[in-house]
Nanobody, 122 residues
Framework: QGQFVESGGGLVQPGGSLRLSCTASQNIFQIYAVGWYRQEPGKQRELVAIITSGGNTNYANSVNDRYTISRDVAKYTVYLQIHTLRPEDTATYYC????????????????WGQGTQVTVSA
């Protein structure tokens, strides 16, 4: 039972860029934080970026400065821009909503969407 529709993934060459979209059915941003996760085959889902209800952003150390999360409230959409893609960015990317403002203490929903696949390969 997904709450969002993720899109924007695809096959990209190393060094390229992608913008992923996460669209909700209504404006939830005044109440919920939204996070982007990625999951590589055989590994656990990993939180990589969050944007809080107040619009503050935070990122996992592993993504350095290559990931940028943003939102368009009017479109009910949160974006994840990924620059200088690397093969290790290959994963399925999901978004989720949660209550809280601090990385590590947000209570995330148990429901997930289908995700969007990103494959980085020459």
């Amino acid at each position: 039972q997904g709450q969002f529709v993720e899109s924007g993934g695809g096959l990209v060459q190393p060094g390229g860029s992608l913008r992923l979209s996460c669209t909700a059915s209504q404006n939830i941003f005044q109440i919920y934080a939204v996070g982007w996760y990625r999951q590589e085959p055989g590994k656990q889902r990993e939180l990589v970026a969050i944007i809080t209800s107040g619009g503050n952003t935070n990122y996992a150390n592993s993504v350095n400065d290559r990931y940028t999360i943003s939102r368009d409230v009017a479109k009910y959409t949160v974006y994840l821009q990924i620059h200088t893609l690397r093969p290790e960015d290959t994963a399925t990317y999901y978004c989720n909503k949660g209550i809280g403002v601090r990385w590590g203490s947000i209570k995330w929903s148990e429901y997930w969407g289908q995700g969007t696949q990103v494959t980085v390969s020459a």
